[in-house]
Every structure is written in structure tokens, then in C-alpha cells.
């Protein structure tokens, strides 16, 4: 075709046949792509427990998870003030974790922790103090819930199907699995 021609009429067509090409690969590796390339990279993050201190965010969520025990420990064993202690230093924690959440997160719907967080962490207090267990795990239960588990069900799934997908492919270690 030259351009002395003017067919222009033939653009249309071949345009739509070169997006539906396009359109194939994008369908087809759209969710893969986002992973590998949007997930964020958790293992190379640091969370700051003080103005000269930081963790790995692998290791405060290991923190994360030791004082939830010990609260939870704590409460069985009818020791409510190291329950409240736990629980004060897990809100510290909590706080420091929402510092580096927020630094991603900048728009107001995702603040961590948020208020439905704050208050439960309230409730819970107030239940330690009252020795009520039955509440006591509720609220521990609840906090699990909100605090931990819906960001685990986005980000702890996502980097780990990141993590599966950017490995290099080992086909003995897949032959002997």
C-alpha cells in the first residue's frame, strides 16, 4: 500500500486486528505482570521502633504474632496486668507497623490501624481489667481478624504468589516434589 493510494479506509481494520493481538497477551498475563511487577517487595522493608531503631518487617511481624500469645497466655493464666502490658506493647507495635503501612497507603481508606482496630484494641483492654475470658477471646479473636488477617488475605498471599512466580524454576527439585 502506498501513501499516494489513500486507503485510508484499511487503518480501522488493521488497527483492531493488531489490538486484538494485544488484547490476547494482556487478557492472558494481565494478573501475572501485576504481581511480579506491583507487589511490593515486604522482605527489603523495615519497620522504625524508634528514631534510631528498625526491624525487618518479617521480624516485628514475628513480634506481631508473640505478643497476641503472650496476651493470650496471659489472660489463661489470670495474670491480667502482664495481659495489659502485652497489650500496650502489641498497640506500640501495632502503631509502628501503621507508620510503614501509611507510607503506601496515602489515601485516608486504608489508614492502619484504623478505628475499628483502636477500638477493639479498647475493648480488649477493658475486658483484661474485668477478667471476663469469654470476652477476652472475643476481642483477641476480633483483633486477630481485623488487625492481622485482612491485610494477610492482600499482601502475605500476593508477595508469596510473587515470590513463586520470580523464581527461577528448578526442574530436578520439581521432578523430586
Given amino acids: 500500500m502506498s501513501i499516494v493510494e489513500k486507503r485510508y479506509q484499511d487503518i480501522p481494520p488493521s488497527l483492531h486486528k493488531l489490538q486484538k493481538s494485544c488484547d490476547s497477551c494482556h487478557d492472558d498475563y494481565q494478573a501475572i505482570s501485576a504481581l511480579i511487577y506491583r507487589v511490593p517487595d515486604f522482605s527489603a522493608m523495615k519497620v522504625n521502633i524508634s528514631s534510631t531503631e528498625s526491624l525487618s518487617f518479617h521480624s516485628h511481624m514475628n513480634e506481631l504474632t508473640k505478643k497476641v500469645n503472650q496476651i493470650k497466655i496471659a489472660s489463661s493464666d489470670n495474670m491480667p496486668a502482664r495481659a495489659l502490658s502485652s497489650l500496650k506493647e502489641l498497640t506500640l507495635s501495632i502503631n509502628q507497623l501503621g507508620d510503614t503501612c501509611n507510607n503506601c497507603h496515602k489515601n485516608n ?25 469469654k470476652e477476652q477471646g472475643r476481642y483477641l479473636g476480633h483483633l486477630a481478624v481485623t488487625a492481622c488477617a485482612n491485610c494477610h488475605g492482600t499482601h502475605k498471599l500476593a508477595y508469596g504468589v510473587k515470590q513463586v512466580l520470580s523464581a527461577d524454576v528448578d526442574i530436578m527439585k520439581l521432578l523430586k516434589h
Fill in 109 to 133: 481508606s486504608q489508614i492502619y490501624p484504623n478505628s475499628g482496630i483502636k477500638q477493639t484494641l479498647n475493648n480488649l483492654a477493658v475486658s483484661l481489667q474485668r477478667g471476663n475470658k
